[in-house]
């Protein structure tokens, strides 16, 4: 488990108490709270934190002092950013409300990515972060290709296994990042995979000018 | 787990799942051989179990790529300084190397493109670029800016000392706007009009919405537009009426008001541009979706039976063009049942089962 969420987990109450001396709505409380994880576990990803707890306790000071002046100026910036304050309509509150739903998911998709051993985290992290190829990242970590991919299946496995101890419906997570699929219990075999076999990319990843 | 007293033991729902995993993993680079696909077939099939941990781990995978935002938050100022801040107090180490070299991905195309010139003339320069069905080009200016028209596509250039005015008269293109504030470079198509002074971004004309997708830097959006007359010097003096502006990762919808207005994660922004890249790729589309998306690349007529079939949902990518191959992939993967009603017209349905 990476030391973030160790210190997270072991932190939580108090952080959630920093952010309860500002604002005065639970959810707004458990949202910052939660992206305080966030911009720890990405730091930590850069950077190794050698005090994770004072780390962590920074950042939610940080950013609870960052959200008061956001709300402070909030109704400007919003008129002067889009003409007029009737511009969005409903639209724009649909959206917020997206974006907090996908902000969630990627909380917790986060977490199942700290839960991780080291050596599982780093190579889920290169390929779905730093967008490698398999094969790059075999090259980098001086690794079979095949050790990658079973490092890989093995984290996507124990990434299922950990998301549903903590009570979240895998379905949940089907949803793609720009096509919601709506998926009924029951509908069998309704994932394919379409890889025509003359091979559309190069394996290194390069697609123009083949 | 399971109740039932099989004699052969049902293997652990873990078991299953790494299987599934594994598969996932094999079609991931897109390095899978026919022999693959065929024993991948074989493993589905034989039982709902299997097909089932295949659709979770398939679609948890892809649900993985949001994860890509936290390169953004790695890279935000307060945690750039909170690091920094953190470092002076003694709480950090050394800085790692592994996530360093990460940038975005997004580079400005390369490659050997041809510099188009334009014709010109007493107002300025002037002309008019298209593609067929299923062809894609890149238009170089002389400026430095480039557009990629895709399928189906014609634009008007004009440009003139004062600005550069695009016409999208049909068809999705993506502008690369090299930088110069006193010529400002603006996207006219239907009623909207976008203006960028250094960006990406790609703009499809759907019917008579304007799809906006912004892959660098900031544009802004107006309706009430009118495309410049055919020897305009500077736009319509006609006020368009300002929406809205957005920045990199944003799409937005319009015609006379903003319709649509989302944020979209790295890897599904890459997804939306792949086209550049002469390929198409999806992850958990419908088919009807999908369908309608390739459909842009070929005459070939794609017709869907039945309803539950238009809701199956696709991941992979073909290259345009390669509309064949999509067809083969989904009789292989998904059990489809591909009839050729004509040269030109291709009808999908449901399977019998076996």
């Known amino acids: 488990m990476s030391e ?34 966030l911009k720890c576990f990405a730091a930590e990803m850069t950077t190794d934190i050698r005090e994770p707890k004072a780390f962590l306790l920074r950042a939610a000071k940080n950013l609870a002092l960052s959200e008061l002046k956001r709300k402070a100026n909030k109704t400007t910036s919003f008129i002067e950013d889009s003409g007029g304050p009737d511009v969005l309509g409903n639209d724009g509150q649909v959206s917020v409300e997206a974006d907090i739903d996908g902000r969630r998911k990627l909380v917790a998709l986060a977490k199942a990515i700290a839960s991780l051993p080291a050596p599982h985290r780093r190579a889920l992290l290169m390929r779905k972060m ?62 394919i995979a379409m890889t025509p076999q003359t091979g559309a990319r190069s394996p290194d990843g390069s697609k123009r000018h083949e | 787990m399971s109740k039932s007293d099989n004699v052969v033991p049902l293997p652990e729902a873990k078991d299953i799942e790494a299987q599934a995993a594994a598969w996932v993993m094999r079609f991931e680079d897109g390095e899978a051989t026919a022999g693959d696909l065929a024993a991948f077939r074989a493993w589905r099939n034989a039982s709902e179990q299997h097909a089932n941990a295949f659709d979770r781990m398939n679609a948890l995978w892809g649900a993985l790529d949001a994860v890509e935002e936290l390169k953004d938050y790695a890279a935000a100022d307060d945690n750039v300084a909170l690091i920094e801040e953190q470092r002076r107090a003694g709480g ?63 634009v008007d250039v004009r440009y003139t000392h004062s600005a550069r005015m695009i016409t999208l008269l049909h068809g999705e293109a993506y502008f690369s706007v090299a930088p110069n504030k006193r010529r400002p470079f603006t996207v006219y198509a239907g009623k909207g009009a976008v203006t960028a002074v250094g960006t990406a971004f790609s703009v499809r004309l759907r019917g008579a919405l304007i799809d906006v997708l912004v892959a660098k830097g900031r544009v802004a959006l107006s309706t009430g537009a009118r495309a410049p007359a055919k020897d305009a010097v500077t736009p319509r003096t006609a006020p368009a009426k300002p929406l809205i502006e957005i920045s990199k990762g944003e799409n937005a919808v319009f015609e006379d008001k903003i319709e649509h207005l989302d944020r979209i994660p790295p890897a599904a922004l890459d997804r939306r541009l792949s086209w550049r890249d002469g390929i198409l790729e999806f992850s958990g589309e419908k088919l009807a979706d999908v369908v309608s998306d390739v459909s842009r690349y070929t005459n070939t007529h794609i017709e869907i039976d039945g309803e539950a079939l238009r809701d199956l949902p696709v991941t992979g990518y073909l290259k345009v063009g390669q509309v064949d191959a999509m067809f083969e992939a989904l009789a292989v993967m998904a059990d489809v049942q591909v009839d050729r009603v004509s040269a030109d017209h291709v009808r999908l349905s449901r399977k019998e089962k076996e």
Do not use: H, W
Request: hydrophobic content about 45%; charged content about 25%; aromatic content about 8%.
């Open chain 1, 4 to 37: 973030i969420l160790q210190a997270f987990i072991e932190n939580e109450r108090a952080i959630r108490r920093i952010f309860a001396r500002y604002c005065s709505r639970a959810e707004d409380v458990e949202d910052l709270t939660q992206e305080t994880f």
């Open chain 1, 130 to 191: 730093e967008n490698l190829k398999i094969r790059q990242i075999a090259k980098r970590l001086n690794v079979s290709v095949s050790t990658v991919e079973k490092r890989v299946a093995a984290a996507l496995v124990m990434c299922a296994s950990y998301l549903r101890a903590e009570g979240y419906d895998l379905a949940e997570f089907g949803a793609a990042a720009f096509a919601p699929v709506q998926r009924k219990p029951g509908d069998a075999a309704s994932v």
């Open chain 2, 92 to 154: 950090i180490f050394a800085r790692r190397t592994i996530f360093a070299a990460a940038a975005a991905s997004l580079a400005v195309a390369a490659g050997a493109g041809v510099v188009y010139e334009l014709t010109r003339g007493a107002k300025g320069e002037t002309g008019t670029f298209r593609t067929a069905v299923g062809e894609q080009k890149t238009v170089r200016l002389a400026d430095g800016s480039a557009i990629e028209l895709n399928t189906d596509t014609a």
